[in-house]
């Protein structure tokens, strides 16, 4: 399996793809490894946690150059990247320690009912190429910190930073954590494995389908996070210099690769030309170039297939009769650039408006009330997130009421927060990360219900005649 720099198109290095053997044998470790695993006590879980999390600070420079070169991500992003996802693993750690189960009220005053959280066992953990490290410890820290064993398969164009990630955590347990490296075939090899109890997904929708296949014919639990076609809501009563800054940023961070990208902008009238052309002229000041270089704002996309599909959008929506305020072209010779872009004049037919477009591009629609809004807003299939720019305290309850969106970012667009839940409403995924709903996931529950009296109880047999309704006596 080759990995490509995506900014040179040059080929870094050739890696094994995991065979089938090697996935059996890979699973009867994880195996072996989720036994001393489950009998971790909870704080020397904690305590290796943290020294995972600390290990990945310690080596954060060397992370990123690695998912730079694999990837095209602009270095800097790349560099936060290695930050959240040690404090992925820091948040996890503890939380899990109070996250055992509870004591429900039982049925008689001398029982005890409990219900105990536990291991599902191995999970098999597969994610896309844009926030490597990211995505799999939104997967990996939760699923490990609930003691199941875990092999992660990385994109096919991205295995490089996680293979490293994997040895930099090798204080973990033999077997606990491994890593499974090909594309599409091996990652349903994985799902369909009948040693795997459970798959953890991101990636696009049509993927995700392809997963919960296979996971519901085998009857185990599917986490899916899939694509998203989030829509930006700029309200009038902003500073339109702000909301285009942020609405570019938005659309255009890692290259407009990002699951939360925003893809579709309603922009009031009122303030639609000012907003067009602020972000016409902040877009304008942006650097593409270099991922490796501190300054560069805008690397490569991942590759050809990528880039081709938003020319197909762009191109389309042209053709359609929308207008090219900015981009709309590759940028230079050499690697999968592509400008970033803004169209106006699009309609909720075009493609662009649609499908996941999944590059650097802004696309327009000048809206007349923010009911309009909400209801364009709501109108493709995907839910993953929305994004509103108000000042108005009403308008922001409204949106956070009716818009369908598993996060709706008002005023601050796409940060996460480990300790809230993220993930898809509608066809944009089934479950979620993060929060205690990400560590949920990974849990399986389990009801003990204990008397400590051995006696008989009234309602076992003989039933008796009954009194004189026939009700039961006792
Ligand atoms: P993809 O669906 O092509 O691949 C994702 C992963 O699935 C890769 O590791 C791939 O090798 C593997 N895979 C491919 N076919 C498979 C199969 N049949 N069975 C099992 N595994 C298989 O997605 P991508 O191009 O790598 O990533 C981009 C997509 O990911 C976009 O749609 C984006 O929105 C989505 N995404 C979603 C989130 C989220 O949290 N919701 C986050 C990031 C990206």
């Known amino acids: 399996m080759r990995v490509i720099n995506p900014a040179t198109e040059e080929s870094i290095e050739e890696i094994r793809i995991s065979s089938s053997e090697e996935i059996d044998e890979t699973v009867d470790r994880a195996r072996a490894g989720f036994r001393e695993w489950q009998g971790f006590a909870g704080l020397d879980r904690v305590e290796l946690f943290h020294d995972l999390a600390r290990n990945l600070r310690d080596h954060a420079d060397e992370l990123a150059e690695i998912m730079t070169h694999e990837g095209g991500k602009p270095y800097i992003e790349n560099h936060d990247e290695v930050g959240w996802t040690a404090a992925c693993f820091d948040y996890y ?36 190429w844009n926030f490597p490290l990211l995505l799999a410890a939104w997967k990996i820290a939760p699923a490990l910190a609930a003691g199941n064993s875990v092999l992660l398969k990385p994109s096919e164009e991205t295995p490089l930073a996680t293979r490293r990630m994997i040895e930099l955590m090798d204080d973990l347990p033999d077997g606990v954590l491994q890593g499974v490296y090909g594309a599409g075939d091996v990652g349903d090899a994985l799902v369909g494995h009948p040693g795997v109890d459970m798959v953890a997904f991101t990636g696009s929708q049509a993927t995700g389908r392809k997963v919960a296949h296979v996971a519901a014919d085998r009857l185990i639990r599917a986490n899916l996070e899939l694509g998203g076609k989030d829509p930006f809501i700029i309200c009038d009563d902003v500073d339109i210099e702000i909301a285009a800054q942020g609405a570019v940023w938005a659309a ?51 590759n050809d297939p990528g880039r081709e599909k938003v020319e197909r959008h762009v191109g389309e929506a042209v053709e359609q009769g929308a207008k090219l305020v900015a981009g709309g072209g590759r940028h230079g010779d050499r690697g999968f650039y592509y400008e970033p872009t803004i169209l106006t004049g699009v309609t909720p037919s075009m493609t662009v408006m649609r499908d996941e477009t999944f590059g650097p591009v802004v696309p327009i629609v000048e809206i007349g009330s923010l009911d309009e809004a909400i209801d364009q807003a709501n109108s493709v299939p995907y839910g993953l997130g929305a994004n509103v720019y108000t000042q ?83």
């Open 392 to 474: 108005d305290f009403e308008k922001m309850l409204k949106c956070m009421r009716e818009l369908r969106a598993g996060t709706v970012w008002i005023n601050d667009p796409l940060t996460d927060n480990d300790a809230a839940p993220f993930g898809g409403q509608k066809g944009s995924g089934i479950g979620r990360e993060l929060g205690r709903e990400g560590l949920e996931a990974f849990q399986d529950s389990k009801h003990v219900h204990i008397d400590p009296k051995v006696e008989k109880k009234e309602w076992w047999y003989p039933y008796g005649p009954g009194d004189e309704s026939g009700q039961r006596v006792m």
């Open 252 to 302: 255009c961070l890692n290259a407009g690769q990002v699951c939360t990208s925003s893809e579709r902008f309603y922009v009031m009238s009122k303030v639609a030309d000012d907003f067009v052309e602020a972000s016409r002229s902040f877009v304008e000041t942006l650097n593409i170039g270099d991922p490796m270089d501190r300054s560069t704002d805008i690397g490569p996309m991942i």
């Open 93 to 128: 750690g503890e939380i899990a320690r109070d996250s055992v189960g509870y004591l429900p009220a039982p049925i008689e005053p001398q029982q005890l009912a409990l219900v105990v959280k536990e291991p599902i066992g191995i999970v098999a953990c597969i994610v896309p």
